[in-house]
C-alpha cells in the first residue's frame, strides 16, 4: 500500500489565554483565537493527521503542547509527489492573511527559514488549502 505524502493545515481554536510550554522552545503567552498549524507528512499524511486528532499521544512536536489545551475545529489536506515540498508556501499564503501574526518564533519550523509554521488569528479564517484544493 503507497503511503501518501503532502501537506496539511490545522485551524485550532483557543478558548482563552494560556501561558505554556513548547518543548524546547521555552513557554510562551498563547492569546484566545484561532492557529493554524501548517505541517508535512512525507510518508504517511493521513497518519499524521489521525494522530494530531488523537487525545492521547506522548509530545513529540510543537504542535502537540497548543493541541493539549485546545481543540482542531477542522483540517485540510492536500497530497503531493515524492520530492515536493509545499509546507512553506502554504504557510506563506496564512502570514499573507490580514490579520495574521506568529506568537512563537520556530514554531514547526525546525527544518526550514520560515518564522515559525503557527499563525495566529483573533477571527476564524479560511485554510489557504482549502483555496488550493477547490
Not at 500500500?1 to 521555552?26: A, C
Not at 513557554?27 to 512525507?42: D, L
Not at 497548543?66 to 515536493?84: D, F, H, M, P, T
Amino acid at each position: 500500500m503507497k503511503m501518501k505524502r503532502g501537506v496539511y493545515q490545522l485551524l485550532i481554536k483557543l478558548d482563552s489565554d494560556k501561558i505554556m510550554p513548547v518543548g524546547r522552545l521555552g513557554v510562551f503567552e498563547f492569546p484566545a483565537g484561532y492557529y493554524v498549524y501548517t505541517g508535512s507528512a512525507m510518508n504517511g499524511l493521513d497518519h499524521r493527521v489521525a494522530r494530531h486528532l488523537s487525545n492521547s499521544k506522548r509530545f513529540h512536536w510543537h504542535i502537540d503542547y497548543l493541541l493539549e489545551q485546545s481543540s482542531i475545529i477542522r483540517y485540510a489536506i492536500k497530497e503531493c509527489s515524492a520530492g515536493v515540498r509545499l509546507e512553506c508556501g502554504c504557510n506563506a499564503a496564512m502570514l499573507a492573511m490580514e490579520g495574521a501574526s506568529t506568537p512563537v518564533k520556530g514554531f514547526g519550523s525546525s527544518d526550514c527559514k520560515c518564522r515559525s509554521h503557527l499563525v495566529y488569528f483573533a477571527d476564524e479564517p479560511a485554510l489557504a488549502l482549502d483555496a488550493a484544493t477547490a
